[in-house]
Protein backbone atom coordinates (compact mmCIF):
# COMPACT_ATOMS: atom_id res chain seq x y z
CA UNK A 1 0.00 0.00 0.00
CA UNK A 2 1.27 3.58 -0.87
CA UNK A 3 1.62 6.03 1.68
CA UNK A 4 1.24 9.62 1.25
CA UNK A 5 4.67 10.43 1.37
CA UNK A 6 5.40 7.64 -1.57
CA UNK A 7 2.24 8.85 -3.71
CA UNK A 8 3.45 12.78 -3.20
CA UNK A 9 7.40 11.30 -4.74
CA UNK A 10 5.61 9.78 -7.50
CA UNK A 11 3.77 12.39 -8.63
CA UNK A 12 6.35 14.86 -7.95
CA UNK A 13 8.36 12.96 -10.35
CA UNK A 14 5.87 12.73 -13.18
CA UNK A 15 5.22 16.00 -12.70
CA UNK A 16 9.49 16.80 -13.17
CA UNK A 17 9.27 14.92 -16.14
CA UNK A 18 6.73 17.09 -17.66
CA UNK A 19 7.98 19.75 -16.82
CA UNK A 20 11.44 18.77 -18.33
CA UNK A 21 9.69 18.38 -21.78
CA UNK A 22 7.94 21.88 -21.47
CA UNK A 23 11.80 23.39 -21.03
CA UNK A 24 12.58 21.00 -23.39
CA UNK A 25 9.17 22.56 -25.47
CA UNK A 26 10.29 26.49 -24.76
CA UNK A 27 13.99 25.86 -25.99
CA UNK A 28 13.14 24.73 -29.40
CA UNK A 29 10.67 26.82 -29.94
CA UNK A 30 13.31 29.56 -29.09
CA UNK A 31 15.54 27.69 -32.07
CA UNK A 32 12.98 27.72 -34.17
CA UNK A 33 11.63 31.33 -33.63
CA UNK A 34 15.63 32.25 -34.29
CA UNK A 35 16.20 30.53 -36.99
CA UNK A 36 12.17 30.65 -39.19
CA UNK A 37 11.98 34.89 -37.56
CA UNK A 38 11.92 36.07 -41.26
CA UNK A 39 8.05 34.73 -41.67
CA UNK A 40 6.26 37.38 -39.15
CA UNK A 41 3.26 35.05 -39.38
CA UNK A 42 5.14 32.16 -38.41
CA UNK A 43 6.75 34.03 -35.76
CA UNK A 44 3.71 35.42 -34.30
CA UNK A 45 2.44 31.62 -34.21
CA UNK A 46 5.63 30.00 -32.50
CA UNK A 47 5.69 32.51 -30.18
CA UNK A 48 2.52 31.86 -29.06
CA UNK A 49 2.87 28.61 -28.51
CA UNK A 50 6.27 28.93 -26.51
CA UNK A 51 4.31 31.40 -24.71
CA UNK A 52 1.81 28.58 -23.69
CA UNK A 53 4.88 25.82 -22.71
CA UNK A 54 6.67 28.87 -20.82
CA UNK A 55 3.33 29.47 -18.87
CA UNK A 56 3.12 25.55 -18.26
CA UNK A 57 6.58 25.84 -17.43
CA UNK A 58 5.58 28.33 -14.14
CA UNK A 59 1.95 26.14 -13.31
CA UNK A 60 4.60 23.03 -13.11
CA UNK A 61 6.96 24.37 -10.79
CA UNK A 62 4.49 26.17 -8.43
CA UNK A 63 2.90 22.64 -7.91
CA UNK A 64 5.65 20.74 -7.32
CA UNK A 65 6.79 23.61 -4.91
CA UNK A 66 3.46 22.69 -3.30
CA UNK A 67 3.34 19.10 -2.98
CA UNK A 68 7.41 19.79 -1.55
CA UNK A 69 9.11 18.32 -4.35
CA UNK A 70 12.14 20.29 -5.88
CA UNK A 71 11.21 21.24 -9.52
CA UNK A 72 13.83 20.20 -12.26
CA UNK A 73 15.89 23.52 -13.83
CA UNK A 74 16.87 22.38 -17.15
CA UNK A 75 15.48 19.68 -20.01
CA UNK A 76 17.68 17.26 -19.29
CA UNK A 77 17.18 14.29 -21.59
CA UNK A 78 14.68 16.29 -23.91
CA UNK A 79 16.98 19.17 -24.35
CA UNK A 80 18.82 16.93 -27.59
CA UNK A 81 15.06 17.40 -29.32
CA UNK A 82 15.79 21.58 -29.22
CA UNK A 83 19.31 20.58 -31.16
CA UNK A 84 17.49 18.73 -33.73
CA UNK A 85 14.81 21.60 -34.51
CA UNK A 86 18.17 23.55 -34.49
CA UNK A 87 20.02 21.89 -37.19
CA UNK A 88 16.61 20.74 -39.30
CA UNK A 89 15.78 24.57 -39.46
CA UNK A 90 19.36 25.13 -40.83
CA UNK A 91 19.35 22.10 -43.37
CA UNK A 92 15.34 21.55 -43.99
CA UNK A 93 13.88 24.72 -43.50
CA UNK A 94 10.40 25.90 -42.55
CA UNK A 95 8.69 22.46 -43.24
CA UNK A 96 10.55 20.49 -41.66
CA UNK A 97 10.86 22.63 -38.71
CA UNK A 98 7.50 23.04 -38.30
CA UNK A 99 6.76 18.85 -38.97
CA UNK A 100 9.43 18.35 -35.91
CA UNK A 101 7.57 20.74 -33.49
CA UNK A 102 4.43 19.10 -34.28
CA UNK A 103 6.09 15.58 -33.42
CA UNK A 104 7.20 17.36 -30.36
CA UNK A 105 3.34 18.35 -29.55
CA UNK A 106 2.26 14.76 -30.76
CA UNK A 107 4.77 13.37 -27.84
CA UNK A 108 3.93 15.97 -25.16
CA UNK A 109 -0.29 15.32 -25.63
CA UNK A 110 0.74 11.19 -25.73
CA UNK A 111 2.66 11.74 -22.40
CA UNK A 112 0.01 13.72 -20.98
CA UNK A 113 -2.65 11.89 -21.54
CA UNK A 114 -0.88 8.19 -20.72
CA UNK A 115 0.36 9.21 -17.67
CA UNK A 116 -3.11 10.57 -15.94
CA UNK A 117 -3.90 7.34 -14.30
CA UNK A 118 -0.85 7.18 -12.30
CA UNK A 119 -1.14 10.80 -10.70
CA UNK A 120 -3.03 11.15 -7.27
CA UNK A 121 -6.73 12.70 -7.95
CA UNK A 122 -5.61 16.23 -7.11
CA UNK A 123 -2.75 16.17 -9.34
CA UNK A 124 -4.68 14.72 -12.15
CA UNK A 125 -6.90 17.34 -12.13
CA UNK A 126 -4.60 19.86 -11.93
CA UNK A 127 -3.37 18.34 -15.47
CA UNK A 128 -6.36 18.05 -16.85
CA UNK A 129 -7.89 20.89 -15.84
CA UNK A 130 -4.35 23.32 -16.60
CA UNK A 131 -1.92 21.27 -18.74
CA UNK A 132 -4.12 18.93 -20.96
CA UNK A 133 -6.04 21.80 -22.65
CA UNK A 134 -2.96 23.73 -23.17
CA UNK A 135 -1.46 21.16 -24.68
CA UNK A 136 -4.24 20.01 -26.89
CA UNK A 137 -4.35 23.92 -28.12
CA UNK A 138 -0.37 24.71 -29.03
CA UNK A 139 -0.64 20.72 -30.93
CA UNK A 140 -3.58 21.78 -33.07
CA UNK A 141 -2.18 25.35 -34.10
CA UNK A 142 1.10 22.83 -35.18
CA UNK A 143 -1.19 20.77 -36.85
CA UNK A 144 -2.83 23.49 -38.62
CA UNK A 145 0.27 24.94 -39.37
CA UNK A 146 2.12 21.91 -41.21
CA UNK A 147 -0.98 21.08 -42.74
CA UNK A 148 -0.94 25.39 -44.20
CA UNK A 149 2.81 24.75 -45.81
Not at 41 to 62: E, G, I, P, Y
Not at 78 to 96: D, H, N, Q, Y
Request: charged share 25%; net charge negative.
Amino acid sequence: MNTTTEVKNADVDQLNSFLRGEISAVETYNQAIDKLGEEPALSTKLANCRSSHQQRVTLLKDEIKRLGGTPADGSGAWGSFAKLVEGGAKVFGTKATVAALEEGEDHGRDEYKSELEGLSADVRQFVEHHLLPEQLTTHSTLSALKHAL
